[in-house]
């Protein structure tokens, strides 16, 4: 069980808006930065977003992060069906101030 | 480009042990922190282990602390995980990656470690 909880799944239809949650607590998601990461099926995980709302080149601007409190939020608006895929993400804070991964939300396109 | 390429990964049984590499190429090797993070079949990602820049500082997550030991040569821009007392439930996909910025901003393939009788 990870200390970073995200929903199981979101959909939405394609040109629409996803929201994607990721609740965590003071000890970590409240102290640390956050980053998103997305995994299509079969692949590697790639990053796409750091320091809480920070895009590495070539992560287009449909993807958007923030960070309130103990909470993070992933926003991907215009969704495309190669926008399927699960999403995770992570912050600074675990045990011996480790690392640690949320459980994940697969993002369907209807 | 940067680059970074599993290998070590196989199958083994409960109680022995396995050594996994990640070469690097592509970057300034010793100028980073470097991390494993694997994935048990069907699962989501789990963070394992990673090692600072110079190799003199090491965290673990604790199920594999005692256990598992993270270790990078610079000289041979290598990264290893050295897994003892490997259980069933180390079964997963074993990838390597960039610490940049409070975050792994590239990735390795992933390498495959079945722990079976």
């Known amino acids: 069980q990870s200390v970073l909880t995200q929903p199981p799944s979101v959909s939405a239809a394609p040109g629409q808006k996803v929201t994607i949650s990721c609740s965590g607590s003071s000890s970590n998601i409240g102290k640390f930065y956050v980053s998103w990461y997305q995994q299509l099926p079969g692949a590697a995980p790639k990053l796409l977003i750091y320091e809480d709302n920070k895009r590495p080149s070539g992560i287009p601007d449909r993807f958007s992060g923030s960070r309130s409190g103990t909470s993070a939020t992933l926003d991907i608006t215009g969704l495309q069906t190669g926008d399927e895929a699960d999403y995770y993400c992570a912050a600074e804070g675990g045990s011996f101030s480790t690392f640690v991964f949320a459980t994940g939300t697969k993002v369907t396109v209807l | 480009e940067v680059q970074l390429l599993e290998s070590g990964g196989g199958l083994v049984q409960p109680g022995g042990s396995l050594r996994l590499s990640c070469a690097v190429s592509?970057?300034?090797?010793?100028?980073?922190?470097m991390n494993w993070v694997r994935q048990a079949p069907g699962k989501g990602l789990e963070w394992v282990a990673n090692?600072?820049?110079?190799?003199?500082?090491?965290k673990y997550v604790g199920s594999v602390r005692g256990r598992f030991t993270v270790s990078r040569d610079n000289a041979k821009n290598s990264l290893y995980l050295q897994m003892n007392s490997l259980r069933d439930d180390d079964t997963a996909v074993y990838y390597c990656?960039?610490?940049?910025?409070?975050?792994?901003?590239?990735w390795g393939q992933g390498t495959l470690v079945t722990v079976s009788s």
């Open positions: 592509g970057f300034t090797f010793s100028s980073y922190w």
């Open positions: 990656g960039r610490g940049v910025s409070w975050s792994l901003d590239s």
């Open positions: 090692i600072n820049p110079d190799g003199r500082e090491e």
